[in-house]
């Protein structure tokens, strides 16, 4: 699939008034800073289509972007490490939970990890709530250009081994660098392979 247009449709911090669940939908998260806003940009092949920010927690609302015109991607804000509230970061749990569990044309959701750490406890329970609640989704290994290969191997092998402690079946995994644009065409085919889903179900 080629990425021909990217149009930014609304922000809001309830699930209600996202747009109409007409068409497949993909979403993206994962803890403050992992490198989310860079992904996406790099995914549609523009600069600022989601706003990134050396400061962590910089997405605090849920974004929709159409994609030529057929699916809706969706940044979610991060979680974790972001220096705010716990006020708000309860109303970020409650606003996420639900769109996560009540939209109805959610396909997928990708969960990005930074390839450099080991198994976060953080999430690894969210991982655990996804498949508890039956919301499927993907991980997605990020900034693999700051390791080198060999070790880039290494890590995501022993990241692998560490979750099969608990999952008889890993997710679809892909191995992505904003920077370099690796991994992005793997993801967008996997979009464009999981779309007629959709259809099938409506």
């Given at each position: 699939m080629k990425i021909k247009s990217a149009e930014f449709v609304i922000s809001n911090s309830n699930y209600r008034i996202c747009p109409d669940p007409k068409i497949p939908e993909y979403a993206f998260i994962g803890r403050s800073n992992v490198g989310k806003s860079s992904l996406i940009n790099a995914l549609v092949n523009r600069r600022n289509l989601a706003k990134t920010s050396a400061k962590p927690g910089k997405t605090q609302l849920i974004n929709h972007f159409l994609i030529n015109k057929e699916w809706y991607l969706v940044d979610l804000p991060g979680f974790g490490y972001a220096k705010i509230p716990k006020s708000?970061?309860?109303?970020?749990?409650?606003?996420?939970?639900?769109?996560?569990?009540?939209?109805?044309?959610?396909?997928?959701?990708?969960?990005?990890?930074?390839?450099?750490h080991k198994p976060q406890a953080i999430d690894q329970e969210f991982m655990q709530w996804l498949a508890e609640k039956r919301i499927p989704f993907a991980i997605i290994f990020t900034k693999s250009d700051k390791l080198g290969k060999v070790a880039l191997n290494k890590q995501i092998e022993a990241y692998k081994v560490e979750m099969q402690?608990?999952?008889?079946?890993?997710?679809?995994?892909?191995?992505?660098?904003?920077?370099?644009?690796?991994?992005?065409?793997?993801?967008?085919?996997?979009?464009?392979?999981?779309?007629?889903?959709?259809?099938?179900?409506?």
């Open positions: 708000l970061r309860a109303h970020f749990h409650d606003m996420i939970s639900n769109y996560l569990t009540k939209r109805t044309n959610l396909i997928c959701l990708f969960v990005l990890v930074d390839c450099r402690k608990e999952w008889e079946v890993l997710p679809e995994t892909f191995v992505t660098s904003a920077e370099k644009k690796i991994g992005t065409e793997e993801i967008v085919d996997y979009i464009e392979k999981l779309n007629p889903h959709f259809k099938e179900t409506m």
